[in-house]
């Protein structure tokens, strides 16, 4: 499970900004959102310009050196803080996996290129790698001075030690790397705003979702989805031999999906083509998941999200989710002024079960 995470001078963020989920509060409700003594399940809120989709997209560039699935194509645009365009990019993540400890943090240049990067497992060093200056533990990982020289001056295309290291020795299924890697190809950032984006867990972009539908038999499955998240009643047309696009039966017209549903609803398709995916995720943020949705309908879509047993994390505004029957304080985030911090740590008053935290939040209660 991921466990912190920080960034230092990634677009909007001049300086470092850190994001905490080992250390949820003492509450009794609502115990399935911390797994393990880390917070599982949470809502990241914040002002317009705040930085919540940057910071998100911050958290996910682990996925572009060490995972092959798809990566958002300008993503490396606008990289840098402005106002450090000759420094780096230091991105900070530590892992638990039952009893270890994996800390791995690197450094990237303007252009997205690998600079630095250090791998530290229960605080024992096992590379660290700064230019062409690389130490590796020998004990784990033997390498001869020639190969150990190799590796320092013709690293030219820069590709991580921890792939060099995952594809050159032989290791255990549970070994921290596999698992790292593991959990790397696993995690899923996604969007539908005025496009659809993503990145990771995936290979390939998410075109044809009515054909993956179709494909795996899930017409009527889709169709009781969104009955019972919406109230939507459809009834979708038999697919011919070949077909690959939905059609709705209406009486005996048959109309294109996509032509009727509304923006709200091609939301929920995107979401019911991820949820089939979620079982293999270990890690999920949607960024302003809601943006589209009714209040209530955002509000029984988290319940479906928060059931799920990987890490799920959302961005909105809608502070009818800020509520304890949904979540606790300490799974509530506020994004400002270069800090994340959870509600509870946001006030001096003890927050409990019967009280409306929306309602806290309205009143400018919590501070960070």
Known sequence: MLVKFAV???????????????????????????????IKNGILYGPNGSGKTNFSLALFDIVNHLSPNWKKPDY????????????????????????????YTYSKNALGILVAEFLYVDDEMVFERKGKRVQING?????????????????????????????????????????????????LWFRHLDTREFIGLDPAPTDNIDQFIITNNLLNDFA??????????????????????IFCQVKEHSIPFHTIASTGTEALYLLY??????????????????????FKLAFEICQRLFRLDCQVFTSSHNTYLMTNELLRPDCNFILRNNT???????????????????KIYRANAFNL
């Open 340 to 358: 994340i911090k959870p509600l509870n740590e946001c006030t001096d008053k003890e927050l409990r079960f019967g009280h409306n935290i929306e």
């Open 139 to 187: 004990q784990q990982f033997p390498m001869t001075p020639m190969a150990k020289k190799n590796l320092s001056n013709n690293n030219a295309n820069n590709v991580s030690i921890v792939n060099f290291l995952l594809i050159s020795y032989p290791l255990a299924k549970d070994h921290y790397l596999i698992r790292l890697k593991q959990f790397v190809d696993s995690m």
């Open 273 to 294: 083509f991820w949820r089939k995916k979620l079982k293999n995720a270990s890690f999920v943020f949607i960024d302003e998941f809601d943006a589209f949705y009714h």
């Open 224 to 245: 009781t989805f969104l009955k019972e998240v919406s109230g939507q009643r459809f009834h979708f047309a038999k697919p011919k031999p070949g077909e690959k696009v």
């Open 76 to 103: 490396y645009m606008n990289f840098i803080h402005a106002g450090s365009p000759e420094s780096v990019v230091d991105f900070e993540y530590e892992f638990r996996f039952e009893r270890t400890k994996v800390r």
């Open 8 to 38: 230092t001078h990634y677009r909007g963020f001049a300086d470092r900004i850190e994001w905490d989920l080992s250390n949820p509060a003492n509450y009794e409700f609502n115990p399935h959102v911390i797994k393990n003594g880390i």
